[in-house]
């Protein structure tokens, strides 16, 4: 180490007594601010936003444009906060960043994904089924708008840029969640049916299944193959092995652990807002304290992370593995969504 640092010095030494050795010295300060103001402008934009109030904030917007709440504000205001909260948060959004210090970021870019995955299912379900009567009935035009440029490219810098897509997107959100407050626009509607909410928990469900594996696999196991387990007469397309190996890359392991905690951030939101604009169909069906357990579990995946990085250790070894206790979290979540869906198909 010693020996790094003389030759480090001996290197300065030779810049600055040559020609032009004061505008180096200058040149190579000046870079050594920069990366140093980098370092403390990332760890910044690290931060990830803490948890709002979806009533307070929803209320709060509505009466500045002097309107009222109306079933579906609630579902509605919570999509147009996540988005703007990509965009907005410090840092701006971070995925698409091509110099320092968002290049060097990766906890972040890995958050919005998650969070952008739940939008992206939301808008989805919202303009398929949420805002239709019956599979015959026509798209309500913003969402239909809407709903494609949430799906635009997460990494996109150039023309157009994500941003302006997203931001175009919020356009139409804002203006469908106006058009239901409005006694004359027939045209706007939102069905708090306990059908459309159990086809939205099942596409939830589908992907916290998919994290909770994916974070189970960060120490490596090898697992039965039940991929056709439970159908007379399954098939598929190709064999495979009847026991798999899996495990999640090392290098991918933080990555997938702030995946799972921006999808659980964005989740414990919609759910909030799913609890005030479904409430008569959820205390019909008794479901109001399923779904509050719910958002219970997923609001332990936000404890602080006191850790400087995210660790890998083994089930029962001597350091922690975060991602074995945010898949703990995550699965329990997942059961109980489970759960709802059956306390939801009920008569």
Do not use: C
Request: charged share 20%; net charge negative.
């Amino acid at each position: 180490m010693r020996s790094i640092y003389r030759a480090f010095i001996d290197f300065l030494d030779r810049i600055t007594s040559s020609k032009g050795g004061v505008i180096a010295k200058v040149a190579l300060s000046l870079f050594t601010l920069y990366l140093v103001g980098a370092v403390i402008v990332g760890i910044y934009w690290s931060w990830t936003p803490d948890i709002y109030s979806v009533k307070a904030d929803t209320d709060a917007k509505l009466s500045a444009q002097n309107q009222t709440t109306v079933v579906g504000s609630y579902t509605t205001g919570t999509l147009i906060t996540l988005t703007e909260t990509l965009l907005d948060k410090q840092g701006g959004y971070l995925s698409n960043d091509r110099f320092p210090p968002g290049l060097w970021l990766d906890n972040v870019p890995n958050w919005e994904f998650g969070v952008l995955v739940q939008i992206r299912d939301l808008s989805r379900a919202m303009r398929k089924t949420l805002s239709r009567s019956q599979s015959q009935s026509t798209e309500q035009a913003d969402l239909a708008s809407a709903e494609p440029k949430l799906h635009f490219d997460n990494n996109s810098w150039l023309i157009p840029s994500t941003e302006s897509e997203y931001r175009d997107a919020l356009i139409h959100l804002k203006a469908y969640q106006l058009a239901l407050a409005k006694q004359d626009e027939s045209q706007a509607q939102f069905y708090a049916r306990a059908d459309n909410l159990k086809d939205w928990l099942g596409d939830v469900s589908t992907r916290l299944g998919s994290l909770s594996q994916r974070l189970s696999a960060s120490v490596g196991q090898r697992r039965i193959n039940t991929d056709l387990a439970g159908t007379e007469a399954a098939a598929q397309s190709t064999s495979t092995a009847a026991e798999i190996e899996i495990q999640t890359p090392w290098l991918e392991i933080d990555n997938v652990f702030y995946e799972a905690r921006g999808t659980a951030w964005a989740l414990i939101h919609i759910l909030k807002a799913v609890e005030l604009d479904f409430a008569q169909s959820l205390e019909r069906k008794n479901a109001v304290a399923s779904l509050r357990q719910i958002i219970r579990e997923l609001e332990a995946t936000q404890a602080t992370i006191w850790s400087p990085m995210i660790l890998n250790g083994t089930e029962f070894g001597l350091l922690a593995n975060h991602s074995l206790v945010m898949a703990s979290y995550i699965s329990r979540a997942n059961a109980a969504i489970i759960d709802l869906r059956d306390l939801l198909s009920q008569g």
